[in-house]
């Protein structure tokens, strides 16, 4: 009988308070909201599982971005797309430096090349873990391999640049592919780029206001390379001048507008006339300009360039001038260096928003110092060069003189916008992706404003390719002349072109390959999501590191105790206990006969 009231009570009971539901409030600590993001091509989903299972229980686990979390978790080498400042810490996890990594990080070649000529291309790659051992690095058309290049690296941490060289034989889209690989290693950096071959030439002026041994022979390394059509004029004396090519004078802007480039020789003697017709031109054409600086000298030339002083650097021998990527010095492959001079100039200190092109490689007693350095005019460029007689050391055995100066106003020459200027934002594109188009009519984007007047034109745009053609919607964008559209590109691969033509009949198209799975360049970021981390109050962790993040994070977010209310009823356990109380309860009754 005991028995029997004492199961039925407990049944009783724990039906009654499953019921009633009730409440027990208690203090402890809340467990931290933690936003766990993978960025960057390191973050593979077993480190994710690692860093997620390092956390266990003791945190509320988001694996997606969330603003409101106690704090955030970065996996990877990148920060995420859209980052912007946070208000709770960031910690990051990233990968290993002892462990042999290898990066491209630059891989950047021309909108577009003339056909038949030799197009000098540089790939930025980082190296990690690899100290003693070989990187090569191949550029291949199709699985055509067509140049090669390799790289002993020397530090533990190296970034470096590899020079390879293209040759169009056809016109028309090709594809490029940079495949880098550590000597040993299974693993391959993979980098894709677009070149759109046109038969076409980038005309090019000289002008020399006095001889100058500089201007001259790169002139004469600009003359070899059919890419370029060369006019040129050097001032001998007073009104006398030796001409190539009907050159016009620098002081009319409008007489300059059918060249791409102009390089001047013995800046320093140039009139103030002839320094405002330049800037015009950058501004209004959106030309390039190349000074080539012979001596240091003062003259009008300083305030277009923006520069206060000149430093002079001088030795007995030629020394190493390096190319450089992302504005910063890199260690070079293991060729010559880009140039090589006796006698250099640097600014003091660089003109605002300036781009490092090349610099004076570092000694025991001296810094690297900037030779050759690029600002914007408007929409124009301006390169200057303090490389003052490099054209003594131009034997290919001890420098790249002529490669670097055709690569260099190449480039310069390029982005001087034709009649319709077509910039697209990722020519390399999977099947059914969004490609962004920005369309800038010049001329009358770079036109003077008249207040009052009404700006009036047409454009239209189409996607042209294997299985027909599509339209592409523009719109207007910021100041007259600018375009913006979004390109659908097809789901299946191949090459299209994007047509656009203006109310005033001129016409332009640009390349677009749509491929399976493009690869991209991608700058390593490694050290800025370290110095992120650190800067929110959290800090980064290695790989081999992870048993310690769980203890930093609750260093760093230190939970308060908080009165949080218990339902101890809601446990799934309770059924035991209940069924066992039923059971017993059911049990004795059939023993007595009474079930």
Do not use: C, K
């Not at 190296?127 to 990187?135: L, S």
Request: glycine share 8%; aromatic share 6%; charged share 25%.
């Amino acid at each position: 009988m005991t028995l029997r009231l004492v199961a039925r009570g407990i049944a009783f009971a724990i039906a009654i308070a499953g019921v009633l539901d009730p409440a027990i409030i208690s203090t402890r600590p809340a467990r931290p909201v933690v936003s766990v993001v993978a960025t960057g091509t390191a973050a593979n989903d077993a480190v994710v599982d690692r860093v997620l299972a390092t956390l266990g229980n003791r945190f509320v686990i988001l694996d997606a971005p969330f603003e409101a979390a106690d704090a955030t978790i970065l996996v990877g080498d990148r920060l995420p797309e859209g980052s912007t400042s946070p208000t709770t810490p960031v910690f990051a996890v990233v990968p290993d430096l002892a462990s042999p990594t290898l990066r491209i990080e630059r891989f950047v070649v021309p909108a577009w090349v003339p056909l038949e000529s030799r197009v000098p291309i540089t790939v930025g790659a980082r190296v990690t873990g690899a100290a003693g051992r070989r990187v090569t690095v191949s550029l291949l058309v199709g699985a055509l391999e067509i140049d090669r290049v390799e790289h002993n690296v020397r530090t533990a941490d190296e970034r470096f640049g590899a020079r390879v060289a293209f040759v169009p034989t056809a016109a028309g889209a090709s594809l490029l592919r940079i495949v880098a690989r550590i000597d040993g290693e299974p693993a391959n950096a993979v980098a894709d780029a677009l070149i759109d071959v046109r038969d076409e030439r980038l005309a090019v002026l000289f002008h020399d206001a006095r001889p100058s041994w500089m201007s001259t022979f790169v002139r004469r390394a600009i003359e070899r390379d059919p890419r370029f059509t060369v006019a040129s004029r050097t001032i001998t004396s007073r009104d006398i001048s030796t001409d190539a090519g009907q050159p016009p004078t620098l002081g009319d802007a409008a007489s300059l507008e059918r060249f791409d480039a102009i390089v001047v020789g013995a800046p320093e003697s140039l009139t103030e006339r002839e320094i405002a017709g330049l800037e015009t031109w950058m501004r209004r054409r959106g030309g390039g300009v190349i000074l080539l600086f012979d001596r240091n000298a003062d003259g009008p030339y300083r305030r277009l360039a923006g520069i206060d002083e000149l430093s002079a650097q001088t030795a007995d021998t030629g020394e190493p001038v390096d190319a450089a990527t992302h504005g910063e010095p890199v260690a070079p492959d293991d060729g010559p260096p880009a140039l090589r001079a006796a006698e250099t100039l640097s600014p003091a200190p660089l003109p605002a928003g300036a781009r490092t092109i090349a610099v004076r490689r570092a000694t025991q007693d001296t810094d690297a110092l900037p030779v050759i350095w690029r600002s914007a005019v408007g929409a124009g460029r301006l390169l200057s060069s303090g490389a003052l007689d490099a054209w003594r050391f131009r034997d290919p055995s001890v420098s790249g003189f002529d490669e670097f100066w055709r690569a260099t106003v190449a480039e310069i020459a390029a982005a001087t916008p034709a009649g319709i200027d077509i910039r697209i934002a990722d020519p390399v594109t999977p099947p059914g992706g969004s490609v962004d188009v920005v369309v800038t009519l010049p001329g009358l984007l770079l036109s003077d404003p008249v207040a009052g007047d009404t700006v009036r034109t047409t454009i239209s745009a189409v996607l042209e390719g294997p299985d027909g053609s599509r339209g592409i919607r523009l719109w207007p964008e910021g100041a007259p002349g600018r375009f913006r559209g979004v390109i659908d590109a097809p789901n299946e691969p191949g090459d299209w072109r994007v047509s656009v033509s203006s109310g005033n009949t001129e016409e332009a198209d640009a390349a677009v390959v749509v491929v399976a799975d493009p690869a991209r360049a991608r700058p390593d970021q490694r050290d800025l999501v370290v110095a992120w981390a650190r800067a929110h109050g959290g800090d980064a962790f290695q790989y081999a590191r992870l048993d310690a993040l769980p203890a930093a994070l609750m260093a760093a977010l230190a939970p308060a105790p908080r009165r949080v209310p218990w339902y101890p009823m809601r446990s799934a356990w309770w059924i035991v206990p209940f069924v066992l109380a039923l059971g017993a309860e059911w049990w004795w009754r059939r023993r007595r006969g009474l079930a």
